[in-house]
């Protein structure tokens, strides 16, 4: 007990802090575009955005309506009314429809071995 106590009273920390810890006296915290934003500017509103942005689908484009009670708004639409669902040049929605140099290659009968066995079949 009295060793620790004596080792703890010459215990000097390595770091020095400069100053009072606190918050910072301003904060700028009016909107602004993020750095790797393409176009370096917000959008004027989130309408306008919206009719620019697509998710599994575009997302403008449609007048509020109530919703069914069979799923909302959407399941109200048939699918071609929704638009295209295409993506972009150079853009994939899905991993088969990359180039073959992409796409995952399938196992071997030894990889798979040497899985379920934990590694062990390699060297028996």
């Known amino acids: 007990m009295r060793a620790t106590r004596v080792l703890l009273q010459q215990r000097k920390p390595m770091i020095k802090f400069i100053g009072k810890r606190g918050p910072p006296l301003k904060v700028d915290h009016t909107p602004h575009a993020h750095p790797a934003s393409p176009t370096h ?3 004027g509103s989130f309408a306008s955005y919206r009719k620019q942005a697509q998710q599994h ?22 699918g071609a009314s ?27 009968q030894a990889e798979i071995d040497a899985v379920e066995s934990g590694g062990a079949s390699i060297f028996a």
């Open 41 to 43: 500017e917000l959008p």
């Open 82 to 108: 929704l638009g295209p669902v295409e993506p972009a040049k150079g853009q994939y929605f899905d991993r088969s429809e990359l180039p073959a140099r992409f796409r995952n290659t399938p196992w071997s």
């Open 57 to 78: 689908g575009p997302l403008g484009g449609h007048r509020p309506q109530p919703a069914s009670a069979h799923g909302g708004i959407i399941a109200s639409h048939s």
